[in-house]
Nanobody
Framework: QVQLVESGGGLVQTGGSLRLSCAAS????????MGWFRQAPGKERVIIAAISRAGDRTYYVDSVKGRFTISRDNAKNTMYLQMNNLKPDDTAVYYC????????????????????WGQGTQVTVYS
């Protein structure tokens, strides 16, 4: 089992940047493929980025490509989401998630496949 805690959310102006962190504890962090999701008010939770266990494969939803970067530091048991050029449409609660998998170089794109979730961190982008 793994526990996940997100941090780094906040209020930022359009065009600004934030870096989210997801700190993990419990089972070895490198056992998990990881992902970032977000949920806007009145909408379903959707994936925005995912990363394989070793960090050698990544996935991004089209709406964040070129603006967001997912990364991880397995030695620090932490995953990151660097968010640049933020837009009001990026306003949401952001969640990190972990999928225990023995498969190298796999990115996990669907929420149902993830085993553990953080509590979320609010990101608000104002114009």
């Amino acid at each position: 089992q793994v526990q996940l805690v997100e941090s780094g959310g906040g209020l930022v102006q359009t065009g600004g940047s934030l870096r989210l962190s997801c700190a993990a504890s419990g089972r070895p962090f490198s056992d998990y493929a990881m992902g970032w999701f977000r949920q806007a008010p009145g909408k379903e939770r959707v994936i925005i980025a995912a990363i394989s266990r070793a960090g050698d494969r990544t996935y991004y939803v089209d709406s964040v490509k070129g603006r967001f970067t997912i990364s991880r530091d397995n030695a620090k048991n932490t995953m990151y989401l660097q968010m640049n050029n933020l837009k009001p449409d990026d306003t949401a609660v952001y969640y990190c998630a972990a999928d225990f998998t023995p498969v190298d170089r796999m990115v996990v794109r669907t929420a149902a496949e993830y085993d553990f979730w953080g509590q979320g961190t609010q990101v608000t982008v104002y114009s």
